[in-house]
């Protein structure tokens, strides 16, 4: 999701740095975002003033120092994995100065957990996007029992600007609309598994039954059946709540490799 957050930042006119230690991944959201920036001008969203305006804004980034010494907001977007967050957060901490933001992007894990890895926790705080950002309007700020409340305005501030709505939430597993989605997610995949419908058929149930923009199983091929995988272990463990025990076909298809879009694969076959 670090391309789509870097671009809707560049868009709303932000000094912008697109980090990825991988030189590859850093170059393909590099083009994704400017294809999603064509696209646009190709269907009328955008000038072609203002999609040159975002890139000028946007610069690639090898290196975290080089990408976040002298940044105001830094926006993790990496594996949803504590440990791997704590130890980007604590290496942020000694690069970054002293009035800067660190937000995470995190859709179900601690941030309290997170900002334990810094000196200075009252700093940090949730800012979840959703996928993909440059479509979708809503981020989620998630605050903790030690983040400033002038942080928390600040991450609003900033999400407002990049043209999203926010909602405030505490810091609880899975926050508010992943504990829903993810509940909701697991159920229709349990009903595939089960051979109550297809995947396409449960998909349309929620899109013209209950107004949708798009199905439980075709999203969670956007989101990644990895991702979903990990936040259901991770939710099914800390709210000790059967309804996120992950369903066997989810695992499997995990262990397959079928991953959703991003493999070509899921409950869908994708293309590009």
Known sequence: ??????????????????????????GSAWERIRSNLAGAVSRGKLTQAQADAAVANLTPAGHLETAA?????????????????????????????????????????????????????SRVVGMHFFNPVHI??????????????????AARVAAERMG??????????????????????????????????????????????????MGPLRLSDLVGLDIRLRIAEYLHRELRDEKFAPPRILREKVERGELGKKTGKGFYEWSE
Do not use: W
């Open 136 to 153: 979708m309007r809503l981020v989620e700020i998630v605050t903790h029992g030690r983040c400033a409340d002038a942080v928390v305005a």
């Open 1 to 26: 999701m670090g391309h789509g957050i870097a671009q809707v930042a560049a868009m709303a006119g932000y000094e912008t740095r697109l980090m990825d230690a991988d030189g590859d991944v850093l």
């Open 164 to 213: 999203k709505t926010t909602i405030v939430v505490r810091d609880t597993p899975g926050f508010a609309p992943s504990r829903l989605g993810v509940a909701l997610g697991l159920e229709a995949m349990r009903m595939l598994e089960e051979g109550v419908a297809s995947a396409a058929d449960i998909d349309t149930a929620m899109e013209l039954g209950y107004g949708h923009p």
């Open 69 to 121: 010494r002298d940044a105001d907001l830094i926006l993790e977007a990496i594996v949803e994995d504590l440990a791997v967050k704590q130890s980007l957060f604590q290496r942020l901490d000694a690069i970054v100065p002293d009035g800067a933001i660190l937000a995470t992007n995190t859709s179900s894990l601690s941030i309290a957990r997170i900002a334990e890895a810094t000196k200075s926790p």
